[in-house]
């Protein structure tokens, strides 16, 4: 079978602008003579709909868009796409996460998805009913396995604990499939490809049958999605693979024997392809044109600053310096250095002056007080004042540039430097950041240009330059053992004792623990930020504010 992976990037409500996205992908798989165009996850609405699914409106323009579809299919080509069911069943949720084939002008064939993932990011049985069977359709001759997404995530090969008792792909294996073929909008995350081939690879061993994965592509507000649609024979070998974070097309003929070498990127390539990504389709489906962020002369700054700059261009973001009186003259000359080397416009804007007066006007009701943090967070937010001006007058997204290591553990100033519309790598933990920026530079000089990051940003010790000779160390353990922490108590859910036990220093491990325990009521008022790693804050992190429950070793 002569099949097309239509790698497209949508936009979430767009349906009449998907709509043209999907026919632009059939027409071009009509003209490569394929039998069958295939289109990702709930590609008419967009993914994740998430609330708009329970909007009436919503639903009926996305069953309308399906009809016109149907309509433009032919007998030569059919179509594939992904969209919002409401079954006649009940009792049950009057929605499925659906896949119709569309063919010679009608629809020929439904099918709904069986698994429907609730943990981390997904939410999906708060609105669809999942399917009870699924059978193979007959197609041109041929029996399709039709799946979505999450049905063949299953394999109780690969997780010591499945989630469900089912196995959508090998039912339809058992029931005579002769292809299997899996609509997704599967979010990107540090070492997605290698588990998601690998896995792949297992399902077309195990059932001895050709398989056809299209993924989505684009960034939905916290989400990321890669593409990396494939093609696999029915010994796991590769047919196609599709490019990374980037539209594509394939055209592939499933009955061929494979043998392609698969393409792996490094880490950091891919981690910058996904934050570039993430940050040109939040501004650009947002409807921003430009953004603005705070340039410090620090590492996280700058490594904001370079990925605006490869998302937007250089000429649609600017950088705001804004000194104090303990703001180090190398900093000024960092943060110069790194927008000339950029090519972004940066103007400075001093904040001593309104901190003083700031200070003035509060001498009376803070008579009798040291100073303290309270005078180093009105920097920061006199920071954020100008920031958000520059954001309104110009019309231009304002980046905040916290990094997960500070966020975690609430080194970061409320509507100060926690202002914004976008965080852009508040998943990116600190010893990150500095592999990535550094990967930046090796990347610039090995193409000819001038590494954009100074060498003194890279080695000076990390400072929020607010108050005299400060350090990030000064108030946080050194950051490889604040980001091995993270890593333990966030994403892998162990016990303070277990950390300590893996050799962690069991005072920097409890004081770790109390200050990510005591940071939520922060965390829930930050701008929302690209989800990269296995797990991020925000939306698949859903912890209570107003809590007691407190670890220790």
Partial sequence: MRIALAQVNLVVGDIEGNERRILDAYRRGCDAAAELVVCPELCITGYPPRDLLLRPSFLRANLDSLSRLAAATHDSTGLLVGFVDEPARRPGRPLANAAALLHAGRIAAVRHKTLLPSYDVFDEDRYFEPAQSNAPVPFRGRRLGISVCEDIWNDDSVWQDPRYPR?????????????????????????????????????????????????????????????????????????????????????????????????????????????????????????????????????????????????????????????????????????????????????????????????????DVFAGRAEDVTEENI?????????????NKFGSLLLTTGNKSELAVGY???????????AVISDVPKTWVYRLARWINQEAALHGRIPPIPASTLDKPPSAELRPNQTDQDSLPPYDVLDAILDQYVVRHRTPAEMVASGLPVDDVN???????????????????????????????????????????
């Fill in 379 to 391: 920097q920061a937010r006199l920071r954020g004042i100008c920031l958000m001006a520059m954001s």
């Fill in 412 to 422: 970061c100033t409320l509507y100060g430097d926690m202002c914004g519309g976008l």
């Fill in 511 to 553: 004081r770790v623990v109390r200050l990510i325990d005591g940071a939520e009521y922060k965390r829930r008022q930050a701008a929302p930020g690209l989800k990269v790693t296995a797990r991020a804050f925000g939306v698949g992190r859903r912890m209570p504010v107003a809590q007691r429950w407190r670890e220790q070793a």
């Fill in 167 to 363: 196995d959508p792909a090998r039912e339809l294996a058992d029931q005579g499939a002769e292809f299997l073929v899996n609509l997704s909008a599967s979010p990107w995350q540090l070492g997605k490809e290698a588990t998601r081939i690998g896995l792949l690879q297992r399902l077309a061993t195990r059932t001895r049958l050709p398989v056809a994965y299209v993924n989505l592509v684009g960034g939905n507000d916290e989400l990321v999605f890669d593409g990396q649609s494939l093609a696999l024979d029915a010994s796991g070998r590769l047919l196609c693979h599709a490019e990374a974070f980037a539209e594509d097309f394939r055209v592939v003929d499933l009955s061929a024997t494979g043998g392609q070498p698969r393409r792996v990127l490094p880490d950091e390539a891919a981690l910058h392809r996904a934050l570039v990504l993430g940050t040109r389709d939040y501004c650009t489906k947002c409807g921003f044109k430009s953004a603005v962020l705070g340039l410090s002369g620090g590492i996280d700054s700058a490594l904001v600053a370079c990925i605006a700059a490869d998302a937007l261009g250089p000429g649609n973001v600017r950088g705001l310096l804004m000194p104090s009186q303990f703001s180090s003259r190398h900093s000024i000359a960092d943060a110069r250095s790194l927008a000339e080397a950029l090519g972004i416009r940066h103007d400075v804007v001093p904040i001593q002056p309104p901190f003083d007066s700031v200070k003035d006007a509060l001498s």
